[in-house]
């Protein structure tokens, strides 16, 4: 019902940036949130940053500073662009949505991830 499709992750240096996207599609009404959530090998996955409508952006501490999550509503796209990334940054990188669908139901899905790997 509700696709997305991430795209900009890669390989970036220490001290370097990168921008990744993602732009969903389908039965879509309206976006409740949408965020970034990331996955490094042996971890859980966990809270990058998310946009929501009601209350505005969150970040987790350990990228405060460093990575601003923007939404493009017209898009239906979201964005993180990641700047002085560190090798602790390398990890899958998710994309998720909260919407409400055309059929007035809540519906909640994952992108497909992105890799970024930073070296040191």
């Known amino acids: 019902q509700v696709q997305l499709v991430e795209s900009g992750g890669g390989l970036v240096q220490a001290g370097g940036s990168l921008r990744l996207s993602c732009a969903a599609s389908g039965v879509i009404f309206s976006i409740n949130a949408m965020g970034w959530y990331r996955q490094a090998p042996g971890k859980q996955r966990e809270l990058v940053a998310v946009?929501?409508?009601?209350?505005?952006?969150n970040y987790a501490d350990s990228v405060k500073g460093r990575f601003t999550i923007s939404r493009d509503n017209a898009k239906k796209t979201v964005y993180l662009q990641m700047n002085s990334l560190k090798p602790e940054d390398t990890a899958v990188y998710y994309c998720?949505?909260?919407?409400?669908?055309?059929?007035?139901?809540?519906?909640?899905?994952w992108g497909q991830g992105t890799q970024v790997t930073v070296s040191s």
């Open positions: 946009a929501t409508s009601a209350v505005g952006t």
């Open positions: 998720n949505a909260d919407v409400t669908t055309i059929y007035s139901s809540r519906y909640e899905t």
